[in-house]
């Protein structure tokens, strides 16, 4: 027979993560993780510069750990190293370079089908922690295909002695902008806003201290109305009537829920395009959850989506318990959930 997997987990990162060893923790066996990448916490390997620093109250939002995950302030290594330690244990198989196309629910087993670009999974339940950074946004106006190669979404195609303009207004962009700078590129900052209001102390300190000392040029209040190639460089036509040419031009204005996905699977969303779901993180869909950067609001930490986790286990405990008919013994012997 398919083996059938208690739960799944699409996604493998912070909320991924912490749903499968909270589940793993509390003694839920046949946990499985896929992730479309080749290895966990992609986001954060791909986007998040070398040291950068990772925060447990990320932007002043103060978090308490509800569950057994003791995650603490670090830099982007440590933060990749301690994933690295939960995941050790054997109770949670994972799936990389495994892309999920499509949920379904059998009704007549009461499990969901997973298909994969590879394989088909069966589990009870799917927890859904897809991450928004996989899919950033683009501008509104087009880009041309024939600069393609020159115009980014992070850093991956960046090199040295370049003039190089970085769009966006929060944190990435400007620790992109900065490690640029610091590569001997020459670097403009354009930000659609006369100031900035979404960084992090840290980031806000040495943006305006390399202004100052001019390792960087900020353009604020100023936005940007089209690009187009320019033999081979960007030319860059602002909304006061200037333009500029660039060698290559990254974006930093981030990222969008995959709404598509979620719709696809069948997960209600409200007018806003966000998924509903209760105060479990569980869905209109019985035993499908949502967890991490795709059932955040507003925007939340590594912490908040560990916690979604704990969460989410709490709910399947429940449930294991209803249907054992043991749901106060249970809650009972283990003091850390409350009923």
């Known amino acids: 027979m398919e083996k059938i997997y208690e739960v799944a987990i699409v996604g493998g990162g912070p909320g991924g993560i912490g749903t499968a060893v909270e589940a793993a923790v509390h003694g839920i066996e046949n946990i499985l993780l896929l992730d479309k990448a080749d290895n966990h916490s992609s986001t954060i390997r791909r986007f ?51 892309e999920v196309e499509n949920i379904t629910k059998d009704e007549n087993t009461n499990t969901f089908t997973i298909q994969t670009s590879t394989k088909v999974f ?19 106006y087009k880009i041309p295909f024939s600069l393609k190669e020159y115009v980014n979404f992070n850093l991956d195609k960046c090199s040295k002695n370049e003039k190089l303009l970085v769009v966006g207004g929060g944190n990435s962009a400007v620790e992109y902008a900065c490690s640029l700078s610091e590569e001997g590129n020459t670097v403009t900052l354009v930000y659609r806003k006369e100031k900035f209001t979404r960084l992090n102390p ?127 013994l249970f809650f009972k012997n283990n003091p850390t959930f409350k009923y």
């Open 48 to 98: 998040y510069k070398k040291n950068k620093r990772v925060d447990r109250n990320w932007k002043g939002q103060v978090v308490d750990i509800e569950g057994s995950i003791p995650f603490m302030d670090g830099t982007k290594e440590t933060t990749l190293d301690f994933f690295d330690q939960l995941l050790d244990e054997d109770k949670i198989d994972t799936a990389f370079n495994t």
């Open 122 to 140: 069966i589990a009870k339940c799917v927890v859904v922690t897809i991450g928004k950074m996989g899919k950033p946004n683009k501008p509104e």
């Open 202 to 328: 840290e980031n806000e300190e040495t943006l305006f201290k390399y202004n100052g000392q001019e390792k960087l040029r900020l353009r604020l209040n100023t936005d940007i109305e089209s690009i187009e190639n320019d033999d081979g460089s960007v030319k860059v036509n602002f909304n006061d009537g200037y333009h500029t040419i660039y060698d290559r031009v990254i974006y930093a204005i981030g990222g969008t829920a995959p709404v598509d996905f979620l719709k696809k699977v069948g997960i209600e969303m409200d007018e806003e395009g966000k998924p509903i779901y209760d105060e479990y993180n569980e869905t209109n869909l019985p035993c499908m959850y949502v967890a991490g950067d795709v059932a955040f609001n507003t925007g939340g930490s590594i912490a908040t989506a560990l916690n979604h986790g704990f969460r989410i286990t709490r709910s399947l405990l429940i449930k294991r318990g209803e249907q054992n008919g043991s749901t106060e």
